[in-house]
T-cell receptor, first 115, second 115 residues
Framework: DAGVIQSPRHEVTEMGQEVTLRCKPI?????LFWYRQTMMRGLELLIYFNNNVPIDDSGMPEDRFSAKMPNASFSTLKIQPSEPRDSAVYFC?????????????FGSGTRLTVV | DQQVKQNSPSLSVQEGRISILNCDYTNSMFDYFLWYKKYPAEGPTFLIS?????DKNEDGRFTVFLNKSAKHLSLHIVPSQPGDSAVYFCAARPLRETSGSRLTFGEGTQLTVNP
């Protein structure tokens, strides 16, 4: 398996534009997580899915953020409209349910810069 | 409310010496703890874990210590090597959480091992 695949690796966009981040989890993993890395708060959980169903989106900062998981192999995180304070690295991770020692497998992240 | 806190944003040590990274948590429901290591431009990768039934877990040069009464854990790296230079994240979860392997992360500590 190629691991968790995120695209794009880097995204630079202008304030007000729509941004879509993509994630392909590891086949067979039934949990998918979106995290955002910032200096102040480290890795913040934005939203997570179980069997394609959103379970907890309380970490989504504002209504400008939305996430979908139309099938077991694909998820998107959308920011519309984007703002400079959204600049961060966004990680997608997938896992089996509790019981595994290693928790999650992370993708390589998308570095978002909003200018 | 930062439930997992890493108070040292950075740590610098000499090659061959011990590196000690610290982590504190506030949620008494946490009983499974993990350390992740992150290199630049990569996602975090699992390093070592410990459950609350233990106070120590060792894997090669890496040892994690857990002090439940103090709600404190630490990661020891002995001897430190330049290749250990990375950001280290502490993470925690309730072991028997039924809603999936949801992890709460700290802010991260940048370790630099000087040759």
């Amino acid at each position: 398996d190629a691991g968790v695949i995120q695209s794009p690796r880097h995204e630079v966009t202008e304030m007000g534009q729509e941004v879509t981040l993509r994630c392909k989890p590891i086949s067979g993993h039934d949990y998918l997580f979106w995290y955002r890395q910032t200096m102040m708060r480290g890795l913040e959980l934005l939203i997570y899915f179980n069997n394609n169903v959103p379970i907890d989106d309380s970490g989504m900062p504002e209504d400008r953020f939305s996430a979908k998981m139309p099938n077991a192999s694909f998820s998107t995180l959308k920011i519309q409209p984007s703002e400079p304070r959204d600049s961060a690295v966004y990680f997608c991770a997938s896992s089996f349910p509790s019981g595994t020692d290693y928790g999650y497998t992370f993708g390589s992240g998308t570095r978002l810069t909003v200018v | 409310d930062q439930q997992v806190k890493q108070n040292s944003p950075s740590l610098s040590v000499q090659e061959g010496r011990i590196s000690i990274l610290n982590c504190d948590y506030t949620n008494s429901m946490f009983d499974y703890f993990l350390w992740y290591k992150k290199y630049p431009a990569e996602g975090p990768t699992f390093l070592i874990s410990i459950s609350s039934i233990k106070d120590k877990n060792e894997d090669g040069r890496f040892t994690v210590f857990l002090n439940k009464s103090a709600k404190h854990l630490s990661l020891h790296i002995v001897p430190s090597q330049p290749g250990d230079s990375a950001v280290y994240f502490c993470a925690a979860r309730p072991l028997r959480e039924t809603s999936g392997s949801r992890l709460t992360f700290g802010e991260g500590t940048q370790l630099t091992v000087n040759p």
